[in-house]
């Protein structure tokens, strides 16, 4: 198993630009999630699903877009990036009732100038 | 609302016991975790507690939890350079079962 891939690694944005962040998980898991990463915040819950078709807000939401087509993708649509948004993002699953028993991406470090 | 806090930092000199400190504010918890992060990486899930425990030892880690004092912590035993990272507590909210609450993640530094 791969467990959760995350695409791409690095990304430099200008301002306004919008962009995807991909994810995806081969365990079958049907709870995925998306955090950010700011130094001294820990991790912040952008938005999360349960499940194909399900997607909830988190924390952090604003300025966010997540869709759950599949069970195995949970993209994150930059919709006009913002230095603010300057963080390093990480997508997570695991299974339904284990929400805390997550399976972590590598990050995707985004940058927007 | 929810809240976990942790110190940011801790050193220790290898071999030592290294004790990671956290607060949290949901008495309605049911799961308490540790997350370690290493450089340039994600999360890793280390260990976890239930609510009704008081501990729980796994080799060299032992977890601790004082539901009273809404205290949780991390000891690791004879630590190594390889224990060098970022350890995260983390609680998984009463109100909603649906997400965890991160703090802020404690660094921890090993010293020669």
């Known amino acids: 198993n791969a467990g959760v891939t995350q695409t791409p690694k690095f990304q430099v944005l200008k301002t306004g630009q919008s962009m995807t962040l991909q994810c995806a998980q081969d365990?079958?898991?049907?709870?995925m999630s998306w955090y950010r990463q700011d130094p001294g915040m820990g991790l912040r819950l952008i938005h999360y699903s349960v499940g194909a078709g399900i997607t909830d807000q988190g924390e952090v939401p604003n300025g966010y877009n997540v869709s759950r087509s599949t069970t195995e993708d949970f993209p994150l649509r930059l919709l006009s990036a913002a230095p603010s948004q300057t963080s390093v993002y990480f997508c997570?699953?695991?299974?339904?009732?284990?929400?805390?028993?997550?399976?972590f991406g590598p990050g995707t470090r985004l940058t927007v100038t | 609302g929810e809240d976990v806090e942790q110190s940011l930092f801790l050193s220790v000199r290898e071999g030592d016991s290294s004790v990671i400190n956290c607060t949290y504010t949901d008495s309605s918890s049911t799961y308490l975790y540790w997350y370690k992060q290493e450089p340039g990486a994600g999360l890793q899930l280390l260990t976890y507690i239930f609510s009704n425990m008081d501990m729980k030892q796994d080799q060299r880690l032992t977890v601790l939890l004082n539901k009273k004092d809404k205290h949780l912590s991390l000891r690791i035993a004879d630590t190594q350079t390889g224990d060098s990272a970022i350890y995260f507590c983390a609680e998984r909210s009463g109100s909603s079962a649906s997400k965890i609450i991160f703090g802020s993640g404690t660094r921890l530094s090993i010293r020669p």
């Open positions: 365990m079958n898991h049907e709870y």
């Open positions: 997570a699953s695991s299974l339904q009732g284990q929400v805390g028993e997550q399976y």
